[in-house]
């Protein structure tokens, strides 16, 4: 048995899950609502206050659905009570960031600044050298500030670009004269 599959869900206090015929499971928070359908294969039930993922058998394909989806629903029930955030940090001489309504304009060194819309549901706020990413997807949090990072990625010579604030950069020795 999947030992993260058979741990159950809790639905805290104020949050709301319905699971439909076709296994589309939505949730209902004071941050919002998320819906998602997942595989048929998978069973999904909720009985009180909590959500119980089981698989049918013990194939190779539902024994990785099971973890799998347990796991994404718990997501969706965070998303909606807490949310997600993702911090980077801006590192080098000129490279800035600014907010303009729901844009992002990033100084990247390029000779022009880089615009980025932000999606629905999510929205970035910029303090000194960080950008601070927040949504109740943490699915689009994550791939929203992967879409930042890449438009300058860090580099291991001196370090500059954009990186995730838990991030380590492994550096490189430059290059040394001739002796």
Request: aromatic share 4%.
């Amino acid at each position: 048995m999947s030992r993260i599959g058979r741990l159950p869900v809790v639905i805290p206090a104020g949050v709301t899950a319905e699971v439909t015929a076709d296994n589309t499971v939505t949730v209902k928070g004071p941050k919002g609502q998320i819906t998602k359908t997942f595989a048929p294969e998978i069973g999904i039930e909720v009985k009180d206050n909590e959500i119980h993922v089981t698989r049918p058998n013990d194939q190779k394909k539902e024994k990785s659905l099971h973890g799998l989806t347990r796991a994404l629903i718990h997501n969706m029930v965070v998303g909606v009570t807490e949310g997600f955030t993702k911090t980077l940090e801006i590192n080098g001489v000129g490279y800035r960031a600014q907010k303009q309504g729901k844009k992002l304009v990033l100084s990247l060194g390029y000779s022009h600044p880089v615009e980025m819309i932000d999606p629905e549901g999510i929205e970035s706020t910029v303090e000194n050298n960080k950008i601070i990413i927040k949504g109740i997807s943490k699915e689009a949090v994550g791939q929203y500030a992967a879409n930042i990072r890449v438009k300058r990625p860090p580099e291991p010579y001196k370090g500059k670009g954009i990186k995730y604030s838990d991030e380590v950069i492994r550096r490189k020795v430059g290059k040394t004269g001739k002796k």
